[in-house]
């Protein structure tokens, strides 16, 4: 065989070789790592739809303690300017998406605690529904217990 076909050849070899879907640049651990089974809550494991579920669950019951609360203490303090605030509309609102028609007196109440918590995020805040709606979800999500972590 003539030298310029078996460069040919060989060029077909390796540009197949490296340029071929089947080859991955990945070391052994590196391969192992991403066959891993997914567990617990990352997606794709068997129990993810269950603990979802669950998670929906406790988020909801703390939402509602929250408000339950919030509805207490709202009761025995009288209408406010502050109330009349795009935030407490805000807040309003994006209880009435989670399913909680409110007050705004209530509102500035939940609002209040969530901005009193050791994990509320400075700066987020009710600047819209949908902003205001995440936070107070990322809220019940983080609290292990509404009642515990947020009385005054």
């Not at 066959?35 to 269950?50: A, L, T």
């Not at 939402?63 to 509309?89: C, H, K, M, R, Y």
């Amino acid at each position: 065989m003539k030298s310029w076909k078996r460069k040919r050849q060989i060029g077909h070899l390796l540009h197949g070789r490296f340029h071929s879907m089947r080859f991955i640049w990945r070391s052994e651990e590196e391969r192992a790592w991403l066959d891993m089974v997914p567990i617990g809550r990352e997606f794709g494991s068997p129990d993810y739809e269950r603990l979802e579920q669950e998670d929906h669950q406790r988020r909801q019951a703390n939402l509602d303690e929250l408000v339950s609360i919030s509805t207490q203490q709202a009761s025995g303090v009288p209408n406010s300017d502050e109330w009349d605030s795009q935030a407490a509309i805000n807040v309003q609102k994006a209880l009435l998406e989670l399913g909680h028609d409110v007050s705004t007196a209530v509102a500035v109440e939940v609002w209040r605690h969530y901005s009193q918590s050791l994990k509320a995020t400075w700066m987020a805040g009710a600047e819209s529904v949908v902003t205001a709606k995440m936070t107070l979800i990322g809220h019940c999500t983080r609290c292990q217990s509404v009642g515990l972590t947020l009385k005054p």
